[in-house]
């Protein structure tokens, strides 16, 4: 696999965190959430919901019991969105100074090789 790929799907490990931390905050809540999931990042995000992170999204979610949509539109509009509270969170999101604050971005554990 392409070394970019692989470090990509290593760091989708935080999405299990996060789908962990929407059960225990979200208990007395639904247990369903909208996330946004750029349109245009192949092979990780394509304009038909499929893609490498889309599935590991959808298989974090899962795993705590929760139901996930993926609503797939142009990244600028995601983070948008994601940034005003529209949406739960948005990806494939770069982190980005502008973003620091806003959004949460996973925190690197170890530097892919």
């Known amino acids: 696999m392409h070394k970019q790929g692989t470090a990509a799907l290593a760091g989708c490990h935080w999405l299990i965190v996060v789908a962990a931390l929407f059960t225990g905050v979200g208990a007395a809540r639904a247990e369903a959430v909208t996330i946004g999931a750029e349109d245009d990042a192949g092979p990780w995000s394509y304009a ?49 100074p502008e973003l620091e604050g806003v959004l949460q971005s996973p925190r690197r554990t170890r530097t892919p090789n």
Not at 51 to 66: E, K, L, P, S
Not at 69 to 92: D, M, N, Q, W
Request: hydrophobic share 45%.
């Open 48 to 96: 038909d919901g499929t893609g490498y992170v889309n599935d590991a999204v959808r298989a974090a979610f899962h795993a705590v019991g929760w139901t996930v949509e993926l609503k797939v539109i142009p990244y600028a509009r995601c983070k948008a969105l994601a940034t005003s509270g529209k949406l739960a969170g948005c990806f494939s999101a770069s982190r980005t």
